[in-house]
């Protein structure tokens, strides 16, 4: 079975200064990885994916993400925090198209001016 | 393309009334997912279709909760009767093919559901 764990459930940052929201995972299979990101009062958009091709995978709005096999870790990173990033971030595996995905809990994202 | 819609966007009831949401998934997707997100317990998957037929129902909460998809552009989740309990947002998810593990999920703006 596979298992996703977000280490925080909450990382405030300064504007401008970098972001780490950290997430472990755990399958017996080569999973597919994913960020999600939930703004307040919104349903979810995806970030970004993995899927077995490159290891370091950017998305949308400078985040980018570096899967380490060694580590069983996907953390999400950006270079410079923009106040309209604090939301909460979702930490997601699959392993196959005929099982659900599985979510972590969550980490929220506060952004300080 | 419109995204995954969902409806309504809000729904308060009182406590014994049966409510329905409704979801149009994107159009050529396969899968439909259901889920209730609380800040007690997170996101929870309730069931999910392939193909229009239920596949995994394991996360329904109980018999009150009955979900159904008629067809491929159409899903009802309904609860019948409603508790407080229930009070929640609702999100309906569609994803493009039913065998390769990479397809994501794409997600629609959710209902939020009050039980007075």
């Known amino acids: 079975a596979q298992s996703v764990t977000q280490l925080d459930s909450h990382v405030s940052v300064s504007e401008g200064t970098p972001v780490l929201l950290r997430c472990n995972y755990s399958?017996?299979?080569?999973?597919?990885l994913f960020w999600y990101v939930q703004h307040p009062n919104k349903g979810l958009q995806l970030l970004l994916k993995?899927?077995?091709?490159?290891?370091l995978v950017k998305g949308i709005n400078g985040f980018e993400a570096e899967f380490k096999k060694s580590e069983t870790s996907f953390h999400l990173t950006k270079p410079s925090a923009h106040m309209s990033d604090a939301a909460e971030y979702f930490c997601?595996?699959?392993?196959?198209?005929?099982?659900?995905?599985?979510f972590g809990k969550g980490t929220r994202l506060s952004v300080i001016a | 393309d419109a995204g995954v819609i969902q409806s309504p966007r809000h729904e308060v009831t009182e406590m014994g009334q049966e409510v329905t949401l409704r979801c149009k998934p994107i159009?050529?997707?396969?899968?439909l997912f259901w889920y209730r997100q609380t800040m007690m317990r997170g996101l929870e998957l309730l069931i999910y279709?392939?193909?229009?037929?239920?596949?995994?129902d394991s996360g329904m909460p109980e018999d009150r909760f009955s979900a159904k998809m008629p067809n491929a552009s159409f899903s009802t989740l309904k609860i019948q009767p409603s508790e407080p309990r229930d009070s929640a947002v609702y999100f309906c998810?569609?994803?493009?093919?039913?065998?390769?593990?990479?397809?994501?999920?794409?997600f629609g703006p959710g209902t939020r559901l009050t039980v007075l």
């Open positions: 998810a569609s994803s493009p093919t039913v065998l390769r593990s990479y397809n994501e999920q794409f």
């Open positions: 399958s017996s299979y080569s999973p597919s």
């Open positions: 993995y899927t077995s091709a490159a290891t």
């Open positions: 997601v595996v699959s392993v196959s198209g005929n099982t659900p995905l599985v």
């Open positions: 159009s050529g997707h396969n899968s």
């Open positions: 279709f392939n193909n229009n037929v239920p596949i995994d």
